[in-house]
């Protein structure tokens, strides 16, 4: 039996989203990538805070910036055939496992060289969060 399109436009039978609301997804995969984002520049702002809690100097600091983006930076890239191999599902929610991880380990990280090494962590669990969203997008609202 087919599906007729909505006045709306957005044919079911054509989305990803299967009897779920595409809208409740919407709302589910953006807490994510709003965490990631909100992650990325949150660190700037604690950068001085950070630099005191550790007793390092601020140019030592900014590697809790850098390692992170550059960690982001060289996942975002291959996000989209690492979730075509595993699945964009499982792999969305591994991303999310491993950022949240990492953000407990930045939380009780010791000294800068804990912090530096769950910050790469964080950054290649975050660097899957944005690029995979719009690819559930799409499948969601074809």
Not at 17 to 22: H, L, V
Not at 53 to 64: F, H, K
Not at 105 to 113: D, F, M, Q, S
Not at 122 to 131: H, S, V
């Given at each position: 039996?087919?599906?007729?399109?909505r006045?709306d436009g957005w044919?079911p039978?054509?989305?990803?989203?299967?009897?779920?609301?595409?809208?409740?997804?919407?709302?589910?995969?953006s807490?994510?990538?709003?965490?990631?984002?909100?992650?990325?520049?949150?660190?700037?702002?604690?950068l001085?805070?950070?630099a005191g809690?550790?007793?390092?100097?601020?140019?030592?600091?900014?590697?809790?910036l850098?390692?992170?983006?550059?960690?982001?930076?060289?996942?975002?890239?291959i996000?989209?055939?690492?979730?075509?191999?595993?699945?964009?599902?499982?792999?969305?929610?591994?991303?999310?496992?491993?950022f949240?991880?990492?953000s407990l380990?930045?939380?009780?990280?010791?000294?800068?060289?804990t912090?530096?090494?769950a910050?790469v962590l964080?950054?290649?669990?975050?660097?899957?969060?944005?690029?995979v969203?719009?690819?559930?997008?799409?499948?969601?609202?074809?």
């Open positions: 039996m087919a599906t007729a399109a006045q044919d039978s054509r989305s990803g989203a299967g009897s779920y609301s595409p809208w409740l997804i919407v709302g589910i995969i807490i994510p990538t709003f965490m990631e984002v909100l992650d990325t520049s949150i660190a700037n702002v604690a001085d805070h950070i809690g550790l007793s390092v100097s601020n140019d030592q600091a900014t590697w809790v850098t390692s992170y983006l550059v960690a982001n930076a060289i996942v975002i890239p996000s989209g055939w690492l979730s075509d191999v595993i699945g964009r599902k499982r792999y969305f929610l591994l991303s999310i496992a491993l949240t991880l990492a380990l930045c939380g009780l990280a010791p000294n800068l060289t912090l530096v090494i910050r964080q950054g290649i669990g975050g660097g899957g969060l944005a690029p969203e719009q690819s559930i997008l799409a499948d969601t609202f074809p």
